[in-house]
């Protein structure tokens, strides 16, 4: 039974802390959360289901104006067979007004559905957004979509060219499935517009060719970090991703056993894994843990940031490719990711099998032996990583007093 409230007795209720629903009466309540928030709801039934709807804070909402607001409610639902849920979101969608609104909406069903929702959470946040973000979800062009593809292929990132097309497509087909637009603006374009069709990869850096990167390295330390020099050494040495290892924090390593754990969370197959750590590994490790001044990551993102604690993504990449921009890398270009097929390369050249090769690189097994072996190899893998390091070391470690920053 509903007890008549005043609005001296719901704020005694606020101040003793009687957490839940409270029927002020017709329909109204008043619901009391743990921080000793309150909020109106107004509840009702329509199509014979119970159901909900917030339509306010107290005291924002005094208690006057909720008891209209759920008089109103009350007569659309019986009188109109209007559900207040599905008002309020038709109200929503028409509320959404820019394209940065759109995406955000987008951005939602795609971490739903998408193992790696960052990614084209990036993509737009970065690429797109400082573009059209800020224009009318109608206002865009087929132009618009142009000029910003070329623009990205024309920063010498073809594969984010060709990203950003597909993820402008999906967009506009989610504006269209809200009746926000009639049309796809980038519908029209395809990878030729874009980043061009890719050619599958197979660069893998020699060891000359790592000698000469490496000493480029050391002849840019003012652009090129300590910290971007040991990751790179990193990558080489341990064939990891690098999404890997600029998110690692120190509480994944363990030195006395010589192991760095990669929870299943952050390891793309989704399945955890123990690295193996020759000593040269442990040193670079140790030295970034002194660079580090006591944060938790390897890589700590030196900038304030909302987004990462440790550095951007594309800190790396373009530490690399801005040496390729100003005509200093004496190599063909070669990726972040071609580090780890340099790896995969110098496995080979070891004779490393197969098998062993592809669990160092934390690939699932195929077939059969996907299937049956779960042995997982960590001693052939141990063996097999401390001999690419100590290959690779003389190559690195030159001269680290004076190119250490």
Not at 231 to 250: D, F, P, S, Y
Request: charged content about 30%.
């Amino acid at each position: 039974m509903a007890t008549k409230f005043n609005t001296q007795q719901i704020k005694s209720l606020i101040k003793k802390g009687r957490i839940g629903y409270h029927s002020i009466g017709n329909s109204l309540y008043i619901r009391l959360s743990k921080q000793r928030s309150a909020f109106w709801v107004v509840r009702y039934t329509i199509h014979k289901k119970r159901r909900e709807i917030a339509v306010g804070k107290f005291p924002e909402i005094s208690l006057s104006e909720a008891r209209l607001q759920a008089a109103q409610i009350v007569i659309d639902v019986k009188n109109d067979n209007i559900d207040p849920q599905a008002e309020k979101k038709r109200l929503d969608n028409e509320q959404m007004k820019t394209v940065n609104h759109l995406a955000e909406d987008w951005l939602k069903d795609c971490e739903k559905r998408l193992k790696h929702p960052n990614i084209p959470r990036r993509v737009y946040t970065k690429d797109l957004a400082p573009f059209f973000g800020d224009l009318a979800i109608d206002k865009v062009t087929p132009r618009d979509i142009r000029a910003t593809i070329q623009r990205i292929a024309e920063s010498d990132r073809p594969t984010i060219a060709n990203d950003a097309l597909m993820y402008c497509k999906q967009l506009f087909r989610h504006a269209i499935k809200l009746d926000l637009r009639i049309s796809n603006p980038a519908e029209a374009f395809n990878v030729s517009d874009a980043g061009g069709v890719e050619q599958s990869r197979s660069r893998a850096l020699t060891l000359e060719e790592l000698e000469q990167v490496f000493q480029c390295f050391r002849n840019n330390a003012d652009q090129f970090t300590r910290d971007n020099y040991l990751a790179t050494a990193l990558l080489v040495a341990l064939g990891v991703r690098k999404g890997e290892l600029i998110a690692a924090q120190w509480k994944e390593f363990d030195f006395k056993s010589a192991l760095w754990h990669i929870p299943q969370e952050r390891s793309k197959t989704g399945r955890a894994i123990s690295v193996p750590l020759c000593q040269v590994a442990i040193d670079w490790l140790k030295e970034l843990q002194v660079r580090a001044f006591g944060s938790s990551y390897v890589f700590p993102n030196r900038r304030a940031s909302k987004r990462f604690a440790h550095i951007s993504p594309d800190t790396l990449n373009a530490a690399i490719q801005k040496l390729f921009r100003e005509d200093k890398m004496p190599v063909p270009h070669f990726t972040v990711h071609d580090l780890r097929r340099t790896c995969r390369s110098l496995l080979a050249s070891n004779g490393v099998a197969g098998h062993v090769a592809e669990r160092c690189l934390n690939h699932k097994l195929k077939g059969v032996e996907g299937i049956y072996d779960r042995y997982d190899y960590l001693d052939e893998r141990r063996e097999a990583l401390a001999d690419i390091a100590y290959k690779v070391e003389p190559l690195i470690n030159i001269a680290v007093e004076e190119t250490a920053i």
